[in-house]
């Protein structure tokens, strides 16, 4: 800002505005009022709210709302803002009025002005850019188009590759064995390829359950205007607007059949982050698992040895840690924190509003974002660590648990001789099982090997 100022003014009186800045009175009020988080409205949404003001603009002209000359001067600056163009006139904290008016405002009277150096003619921020809308219809609009478009863009794609890395490499280690574990104390055998085939039906999962709540996010409140009623707003409005949006993004959305409820409630922002809570622990699950994998290099597990990245330690040379998994741990605990806000804020509806929405649309982008990231970490961990493969067969051989195989033809108590035995004397189960039976070595051998154990069954004897 040049440090000038000039005089606007709104309902309310004159209010001093630095005399370049785009936006008017209520914005700057706004400005003077929230001075709270120091956190501007995301991008995402305020793209968002643009395209909305976009599509009205051009709906509002063709059912002869608005003179084509200012409509479409809106709709071009609005264009202009939804592909990024003068995201510094948008500086509303987040923490402001709860229904969004001081942002809904801001984009009012910065597409006011801007259409007004395009069209030449007076364009009023109230009367032609926010003809037959609402705060309380349009913020709740742009914040499920901005999220639908967001899940779309970053984090489905993200999911997507992150589970097909899983699933090549779980099929290239399909037959590497090694010890399974519960209680983080060794169980039977499993692979590689089922360890890591399960972390992708995880993320497989998570696609699947935003796939479900797709259709719910797509319903707009757009059309509902004050209370749901859509006063002062065409009867086609709402569905048009809907229309349009669905055309310019490809995404289908279309109007809320019931907009008393779109703009009271927030169930499907609060189901969006559900589903963004359960994907952050998939996320959480894996990454400490691959720390434990990774963990020693000689003290710990040692299956896995990941990409070394960055030294580990400013007082321990040459100590690596398993830096992406961690990161992804954390990004996946704010992600949790997030969905808490959300809970809180979603059931802050009385009466015929809800009345957090910035905190809402603020926390769910921030959450698409984080996993999105998480993702793409989790990819490169998962692409980049080699098996240590000494590691993993020295304790597997070894493995007294082994001697599970062995309860359908000796009984459960004669087994847990075996491998109470095994362990205490620190030998191989299969030596300990032929001294402890009469069963033939070969026989042994085949009921105890521990890759055919990974595939499941109640083994024959003599088969």
């Not at 109230?126 to 349009?138: A, E, F, I, K, R």
């Not at 967001?150 to 589970?163: I, Y």
């Not at 039977?188 to 998570?206: D, I, R």
């Not at 109007?255 to 779109?262: E, K, L, S, W």
Request: aromatic share 4%; proline share 5%.
């Amino acid at each position: 800002m040049s440090g000038a100022e000039r005089t606007e003014r709104d309902s309310m009186g004159e209010v001093t505005v630095p005399a370049d800045a785009l936006w008017g009175a209520q914005t700057q009020r706004a400005i003077d009022n929230f001075a709270i988080g120091g956190r501007p409205m995301p991008a995402a949404f305020l793209r968002a709210l643009a395209r909305v003001k976009a599509a009205a603009a051009r709906v509002n002209a063709e059912l002869g709302q608005l003179d084509g000359v200012r409509a479409e001067a809106i709709a071009e600056a609005a264009d202009a803002v939804a592909g990024g163009a003068h995201a510094e006139a948008f500086p509303v904290d987040v923490f402001q009025t709860g229904s969004g008016t001081s942002s809904n405002m801001n984009v009012n009277e910065v597409l006011a002005r801007l259409a007004e150096g395009i069209c030449g003619l007076e364009v009023s921020p109230n009367d032609h850019v926010n003809l037959g809308q609402s705060s309380n219809d349009v913020v709740p609009t742009a914040l499920h188009v901005a999220c639908a478009l967001e899940l779309r863009s970053r984090l489905l794609p993200a999911l997507a590759s992150l589970a097909a890395t899983l699933r090549r490499r779980a099929d290239a280690l399909a037959h590497v064995t090694k010890t399974g574990r519960t209680h983080l104390m060794d169980a039977m055998p499993v692979t590689f390829g089922q360890e890591l085939g399960a972390w992708a039906s995880q993320v497989e999962g998570a696609l699947e359950r935003f796939e479900a709540t797709a259709p719910r996010l797509r319903r707009l409140a757009i059309g509902g205007t004050a209370v749901g009623s859509g006063v002062n707003a065409h009867p086609e409005a709402g569905d048009r607007i809907a229309a349009a949006l669905a055309a310019a993004t490809g995404e289908p959305f279309c109007r809320d059949a019931d907009p008393f409820r779109a703009l009271a409630t927030q169930e499907t922002a609060a189901e969006v982050s559900g589903q963004l809570r359960g994907t952050a622990i998939a996320f959480t699950k894996i990454a400490n698992d691959l720390r434990w994998m990774n963990s020693g290099p000689l003290a710990g597990l040692g299956e896995i040895e990941l990409e070394a990245l960055q030294p580990g330690s400013s007082i321990m040379p040459g100590k690596v840690n398993p830096v992406l998994p961690e990161a992804v741990a954390m990004a996946a605990a704010r992600v949790i924190g997030l969905d808490a806000t959300v809970a809180v804020a979603a059931q802050s509806g009385n009466f015929q509003l809800n009345v957090m929405l910035p905190v809402i649309a603020d926390a769910l982008l921030e959450m698409i974002g984080l996993l999105a990231g998480a993702g793409e970490a989790l990819e490169r961990t998962v692409e980049g660590f080699r098996i240590r493969g000494e590691r993993v067969a020295a304790p597997l051989a070894r493995n007294p648990v082994l001697v599970t195989a062995l309860n359908p033809v000796l009984g459960y108590l004669k087994a847990a001789e075996i491998a109470k035995r095994a362990l205490a004397e620190d030998r191989p189960i299969l030596d300990v099982a032929e001294e402890m039976t009469a069963m033939p070595r070969e026989e042994l051998e085949r009921l105890l090997d521990p890759e055919r154990l990974t595939r499941g069954g109640i083994p024959e004897r003599g088969a």
